[in-house]
């Protein structure tokens, strides 16, 4: 009888946990919107533009030919390339706590003011708490056009590689 | 069925349904307190009319506050503040007594480790006080939420954050503590219902298990003697007030304690009517912008400690330290290996550990305020390191220390 009792209880209180735990879940409406699409023709060398993609900001950054040259194999391997421009596209939130970190055009990097972390205008990390650099958001090249939210080939070959999560 | 007579008098017909007398009895007038105490025993009653007085500000606030990203913030500083009469009053004292009873209980904690009374039967006290603690941190944080200004999104943010593990990168737990992917309506609803609610009520149950595991052990005494509280409390009972080594607690302790509350409500009053800005950070009063970050994010003075451990190291280490830095108060009966129930004066290297664990709690919190660099994160990371390392030294030191 007492077996009885606890099996029925046990399995009634873990529906409820599964629907208590499910309740807690983001809405599908959360989830459904969850695009954003950029003209990636409208930005100016060397000046950060924060976009926003699922209420995160994000940062592109069109790089100058100068940062293109000189740049490492690392930060090249980061690089969005649309019709020959490179660009930096991540998510602008320190990797660390989720801050977003300040952009200074004349060091050509970032410094997040909460826990002193800083990355390079690649959007690598360049001084700890940040574990890693910023998170690249999935994207997709259409034509000038760059869908975030979507996962298209050469993000695939980012995460693959392990430059992004 | 019990039997019932034809009443007296009011009490008389209570007293045979309610048994007022009795409970009376034991509750208050028979309920015995050590006289070897000081206004340091004052401070639970402290923190019981602070909780009162939260509640009583809480109740009215909630009258007028609007759970709503878009409208949160208006209800709070423009409905609240000038619309209502006197909102600004319950606004001030719920803020002020929001930070203040972190101050009682800090003292109320110390107070407990100087005089080893969580040692010898008072384990439960002192479990039931940190769990009181725990939720009184999260209850809290989720009242910072609610005004939904720039601190209360960016510490929302970076505390969800937390939950993620570091290298573990659990963003699904931080998406499903916040219902989306970043703190939203979804996450300004379950806070509120946390703030008002869930939270109160787990305080209220709380409180009913702190009380309830002080009656057997008794509240221990300035010298930690161990008292027979049968024998005293005869002694009391046949007359030999003086004599009697305890007291009633009502009305003859609560009188005392009283008098301690009197001069602690002129204080606390004085704060919400003429200095109340110091629970109000100026960076709240800008609404929520989930695309600027605050130059500087830092939390209330009553969390700076455990953040600045959490700061100087690396995300996982700094994890594990702040987690660490969590957990290891509840374990302190345990890790305090000395059999001695005395004030910390009397126990040698004891004495030491009590001063440099206040001193070095002290350094964390002024540190966690300033801005991370320099001379002041080293300083951040040497008082961190030396938190963590008091705690492993206790159980080596209170190993050695003599029966007194």
Redesign the interface.
């Known amino acids: 009888m007492g077996k009885a009792f606890g099996a029925v209880a046990a399995v009634g209180a873990v529906g409820s946990l599964v629907a208590m735990?499910r309740t807690?879940?983001?809405?599908p409406s959360?989830k459904a919107a969850?695009f954003t699409t950029l003209d990636m023709s409208i930005y100016e060398e060397n000046k950060l533009v924060?976009e926003?993609w699922?209420?995160?900001?994000i940062f592109v950054l069109k790089k100058t030919a100068e940062m293109v040259a000189k740049q490492t194999e690392k930060q090249k391997a980061r690089d969005i390339v649309i019709g020959g421009a490179h660009y930096m596209v991540s998510i602008g939130l320190c990797?660390?706590?989720?801050?977003?970190?300040a952009y200074d055009a004349g060091k050509e990097g970032f410094l997040c003011?909460?826990?002193?972390g800083q990355f390079d205008f690649s959007g690598d990390v360049t001084k700890?708490?940040?574990?890693r650099g910023f998170d690249i958001p999935p994207f997709k090249i259409d034509g000038n056009l760059l869908v975030l939210g979507e996962a298209g080939p050469e993000y695939m070959k980012m995460k693959e590689t392990g430059i992004t999560? | 069925m019990a039997h019932f007579t034809k009443a007296t008098s009011v009490k008389d017909w209570l007293n045979q349904r309610l048994a007022i007398e009795k409970v009376e009895k034991v509750m208050a007038s028979e309920y015995w307190i050590p006289k070897n105490i000081n206004f340091l025993w004052a401070m639970g009653l402290i923190l019981m009319i602070t909780f009162v007085l939260l509640l009583v500000s809480g109740i009215f606030l909630l009258m007028y506050y609007q759970p709503n990203v878009d409208t949160a913030f208006y209800s709070v500083n423009y409905t609240i503040m000038r619309d209502v009469d006197f909102g600004w009053l319950w606004r001030h004292v719920h803020g002020v007594a929001a930070s203040v009873v972190f101050l009682i209980i800090y003292i109320h904690m110390f107070t407990g480790i100087y005089y080893g009374s969580y040692k010898k039967g008072r384990e439960m006290i002192w479990l039931s006080g940190m769990l009181l603690f725990i939720t009184f941190s999260a209850e809290a944080f989720s009242g910072y939420m609610l005004p939904w200004g720039q601190m209360s999104y960016?510490a929302g943010?970076?505390i969800t954050?937390?939950f993620s593990g570091?290298?573990l990168?659990a963003d699904f737990l931080v998406?499903?503590?916040?219902?989306?992917?970043?703190p939203?309506q979804?996450f300004l609803s379950?806070f509120f219902m946390l703030h008002v609610l869930l939270l109160p009520l787990a305080i209220l149950g709380l409180i009913g298990l702190h009380f309830a595991a002080l009656r057997i052990p008794h509240v221990n005494n300035q010298d930690g003697e161990e008292i027979d509280f049968d024998a005293e409390s005869k002694k009391y009972l046949a007359g030999d007030k003086v004599g009697s080594k305890v007291m009633r607690f009502g009305n003859d302790f609560l009188s005392k304690d009283m008098m301690v509350v009197g001069i602690y409500l002129i204080f606390f009053f004085y704060l919400v009517f003429y200095h109340y800005g110091f629970a109000m950070d100026p960076v709240n009063f800008d609404p929520a912008d989930?695309?600027?970050?605050?130059?500087?994010?830092y939390p209330e003075w009553y969390f700076l400690w455990s953040y600045e451990i959490l700061?100087p190291?690396?995300?996982?280490i700094?994890l594990m330290a702040f987690g660490f830095a969590q957990v290891i108060f509840v374990l302190l009966p345990w890790l305090d290996r000395s059999p001695n129930t005395v004030p910390a004066s009397r126990r040698g290297l004891f004495a030491i550990w009590f001063w440099a664990m206040l001193l070095d709690m002290i350094v964390l919190t002024a540190m966690g305020k300033l801005?991370?660099?320099g001379i002041f994160?080293t300083i951040g990371l040497v008082a961190a390191l030396t938190f963590i390392g008091l705690w492993i030294l206790l159980p080596i030191i209170t190993m050695f220390e003599k029966k007194v």
């Open positions: 735990k807690w879940d983001p809405l959360v969850g924060t926003k699922r209420g995160k900001p990797t660390h706590l989720g801050c977003i970190p003011a909460c826990h002193g700890a708490p940040p574990p999560l | 960016w943010m970076v954050n937390l570091g290298s990168h998406e499903w503590i916040r219902g989306d992917y970043v939203a979804a379950r989930g695309l600027k970050t605050p130059a500087h994010i700061r190291f690396s995300t996982d700094g801005p991370p660099s994160s």
